[in-house]
């Protein structure tokens, strides 16, 4: 693996992202964001995720993006977006792209959303979800996030569907690409059945076949983190498997 190191995607010192490049010349991408309740979190700490998808020939963009408390709603939105479409750009120096997939954990988890469902992120950049080869939507929040929900003096406990909630924009796309949903029967509360709505409205809209569900047992991404019995990274598999289905 030969990691390349906190390349800048904008012009804030927060933008910034690394590359982990496989030892082959063509490969699958990668673009993973972090979680963290969108206020804390670091683009290095998947390593182990890292170290297995690159191994099994994976490149993993992981990136970095403004957050509370100096950010605002929609700069880590818009700072995903940004990252995407430097990936989509600049990838191809460094090998031969065998498709971009998009994906994150817990806050990533709704970031990967807003990319997916609510089209305007990409489009300020000339691109849509279909430019993309798949998404990785692991634990994310499709409804208001709960820090968005602070940041506007309402309780976060609220459930609430709005324009900044993933739930609220789909069915506005004709088509989505492929996407993994991730979650844990032991989530955090609510999480689980917010899951299986985003779910069902996919289905409801004609896109099931385009979802794959996976349900984890334990806590809000234990797995990410996790090493099987071989020694091998859960989520790493997990998304090695969805990404060569699409590719």
């Known amino acids: 693996m030969k990691s390349i190191l906190n390349l800048s995607y904008g012009a804030d010192a927060a933008q910034v992202l690394d590359i982990h490049l496989p030892e082959c010349a063509a490969f699958p991408v990668f673009l993973y964001f972090h979680g963290g ?3 804390f979190g670091d683009k290095s700490e998947v390593s182990a995720m890292i170290d297995y998808l ?4 994976i490149c993993v963009v ?4 403004r957050m509370y408390p100096t950010a605002k709603y929609p700069e880590f939105i818009q700072d995903a977006a940004a990252a995407a479409a430097w990936v989509k750009a600049q990838i191809g120096g460094y090998g031969k792209c ?3 997939f998009i994906g994150g954990s817990s806050a990533g988890g709704y970031l ?3 990319l997916c469902f609510d089209g305007s992120y990409l489009a300020a950049h000339g691109l849509s979800a279909m430019d993309f080869a798949g ?4 634990a994310g929040q499709p409804t208001a996030h709960y820090n968005v929900l602070r940041e506007r003096g309402i309780d976060s406990r609220r459930v609430i569907v709005d324009d900044t909630a993933p739930l609220f924009h789909v069915g506005r796309d004709a088509q989505y690409p492929p996407m993994l949903i991730i979650v844990s029967d032991g989530d955090l509360e609510n999480r689980y059945e917010q899951t299986i709505l985003l779910q069902s409205t996919l289905r409801h809209f004609g896109h099931g076949d385009q979802v794959t569900l ?4 334990g806590g809000h991404c234990a797995y990410v983190g996790a090493l099987n019995d071989q020694g091998e990274s859960v ?4 998304a090695e498997a969805f990404i060569r289905s699409g590719t």
């Not at 989520?235 to 997990?238: E, N, R, S």
């Open 112 to 114: 990967s959303q807003m």
């Open 37 to 39: 309740g969108l206020e």
């Open 235 to 238: 989520f790493g598999k997990l």
């Open 54 to 57: 690159t191994a099994h020939g």
């Open 214 to 217: 996976q349900v984890m047992h």
């Open 98 to 100: 065998e498709g971009i």
């Open 135 to 138: 998404f990785i939507h692991d």
């Open 62 to 65: 992981s990136a970095n993006y």
